[in-house]
């Protein structure tokens, strides 16, 4: 059982370029978020998705897309990469309903923008 | 709007003293409220929840709404705590985390 995979785990990207991150998950959970992790920032929601086919903006969407086409998976793309989205990024997922919402995450994926 | 606020970014404390780590939220419905932990070099989890109201590794939380605080306790502190330590608020749909706190439990 995987729970929730990240990839890639690393990454060096040039300003101006594109990528996306992939988390999957295989414990069938409703919820997915995306999320970026800055030394005093603490862990901020940047995009996240009550289910298959949706998706909402957190509280720093900015310069930043996500797709859940399918319920195990929820993208994050970033179009033209900046030095400020360097970051360490985690994906996590958890089933909806009250009193069964643990979280569970990837182990991360560290992306630098030069 | 809904924040989690957690005051302190780093405390220190020597093995056995009692530790402490507050964090104070502002929501006006009813929140779930957790305490995650990150270990060195390892992903978060689910330290313990307040709908629980159990005691995970000999901490505990209480949930105070008339204080708005969600502070966690351990009467007697261990090397092994030393972690980062995220507060953490869900409404309806969203999960939001505090600054987070790192524990330097001292031998």
């Known amino acids: 059982n995987a729970g929730v995979t990240q990839t890639p785990k690393f990454r060096v990207l040039k300003t101006g370029q594109s990528m996306t991150l992939l988390c999957a998950q295989d414990?069938?959970?409703?919820?997915m978020y995306w999320y970026r992790q800055d030394p005093g920032m603490g862990l901020r929601l940047i995009h996240y998705?009550?289910?298959?086919?949706?998706?909402a903006k957190g509280e720093v969407p900015d310069g930043y897309n996500v797709s859940r086409l399918k319920k195990q998976n929820f993208l994050l793309g970033l179009e033209s990469a900046a030095p400020s989205q360097t970051s360490v990024y985690f994906c996590a997922s958890s089933f909806r309903h009250r009193g069964h919402t643990e979280a569970f995450f990837g182990q991360g994926t560290r992306l630098t923008v030069v | 709007a809904q924040r989690v606020t957690q005051p302190e970014k780093l405390l220190s404390v020597f093995k056995g003293a009692p530790v402490e780590l507050k964090c104070n939220y502002s929501y006006s419905g009813s929140p779930e409220l957790f305490w995650y932990v990150q270990y060195s070099r390892q992903r978060l989890q689910l330290l313990l929840r307040h709908i629980s109201r159990e005691s995970i590794k000999g901490f505990t939380a209480d949930l105070n709404k008339g204080e708005t605080s969600f502070h966690l306790k351990k009467p007697f502190a261990q090397e092994e705590d030393s972690a980062m330590y995220y507060c953490a608020l869900r409404n309806t749909d969203k999960l939001i985390f505090g600054t987070g706190t790192r524990l330097q439990v001292f031998p």
């Open positions: 414990m069938n959970h409703e919820y």
């Open positions: 998705s009550v289910g298959e086919g949706t998706t």
